[in-house]
């Protein structure tokens, strides 16, 4: 497993998933994205793992996708291919997933939250959707649960705009359970994780397929639209001039 997503059971029956690169803001590259689905499909395949936590290393959850790797991936004709994978690992996870949100979660940083059963912030958390800024389009089944959970406006305002919020906007658009105090997002998320992996497992999942069973088509037919789309946009003049004024910053 990369070095750049760390496992490890923290509790009976949970695994922590923690993105590792804080020297880049915890900005996911393909290695990340590969560190990911493996930690994922290795919560599914484990009996003893009842809850998943995922959480970004340095007070940070994630940057979102490394800029410079989204630049490569364009230019090899590769696109971003394991990022999709990724998401449809998360929006297909059967066991329940908590996460903890410190610092900034841009990007697929925001939109996975979408994915996971339970979210909670510290203070001072924050979180963008700067598709358009960089000249791409939405991911992570972000165009159609976004206007589900926080309203067609709300969704227009986030994702047109991509102006940084905070948490209590993050708390209206319905990307958290709760917000609590600066630094302690992850020990309240293990709690919670904890009781959800005390609960009955087969109970629980039956629980998150029926409660996933409204969307689950929708989200997978939108994954992929926008995979699509943003395939396209990653080659297009308007990001390359984006990435390159991110790199040379
Ligand atoms: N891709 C690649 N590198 C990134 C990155 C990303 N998404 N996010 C941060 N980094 C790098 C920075 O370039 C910087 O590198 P350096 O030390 O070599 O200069 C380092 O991580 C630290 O980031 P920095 O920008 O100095 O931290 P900050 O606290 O001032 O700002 C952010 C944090 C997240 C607001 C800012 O880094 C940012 O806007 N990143 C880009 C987010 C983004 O657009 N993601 C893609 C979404 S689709």
Same mark, same amino acid.
């Given at each position: 497993?990369?070095?750049? *997503? ?7 029956? *949970? ?10 803001k ?11 689905i ?56 059967r ?10 979660? *841009?990007g ?35 165009s ?21 919020f905070?948490?209590e ?11 609590v ?6 020990d ?5 994780a904890?009781?959800l992996?005390?609960?009955?497992p087969?109970?629980m ?13 929708? *989200? ?24 390159a ?5």
């Amino acid at each position: 497993m990369s070095e750049s *997503v760390v496992t490890e059971t923290v509790a009976a029956g *949970v695994m922590q998933i923690t993105m590792n690169r804080p020297d880049r803001k915890n900005a996911l590259d393909r290695a990340s994205y590969a560190g990911l689905i493996a930690a994922l499909a290795a919560a599914e395949a484990d009996a003893s793992i009842r809850a998943v936590l995922l959480t970004g290393a340095g007070g940070c959850f994630t940057s979102g996708n490394d800029i410079k790797d989204f630049a490569i991936a364009a230019a090899s004709g590769e696109g971003p291919r394991i990022a999709i994978d990724f998401l449809t690992a998360i929006s297909t996870a059967r066991k329940p997933i908590v996460a903890a949100v410190e610092g900034f979660a *841009v990007g697929i940083g925001t939109t996975m939250l979408l994915h996971c059963d339970l979210a909670f912030a510290g203070e001072g958390a924050t979180f963008r959707l700067p598709f358009v800024t960089l000249g791409l389009s939405p991911e992570g089944g972000s165009s159609y649960l976004l206007p589900l959970v926080a309203g067609a406006k709300k969704a227009a305002e986030l994702l047109m705009l991509g102006e940084a919020f905070g948490t209590e906007a993050a708390m209206q658009a319905g990307l958290l359970n709760a917000v609590v105090s600066q630094g302690t997002a992850l020990d309240h998320a293990l709690g919670k994780a904890k009781a959800l992996a005390a609960l009955p497992p087969e109970s629980m999942a039956l629980t998150k397929r029926l409660l996933k069973r409204g969307t689950d088509n929708a *989200v997978a037919e939108t994954i992929a639209i926008e995979a699509h789309h943003l395939g396209e946009r990653l080659r297009s003049p308007e990001a390359m001039a984006a990435f390159a004024a991110f790199l040379k910053r």
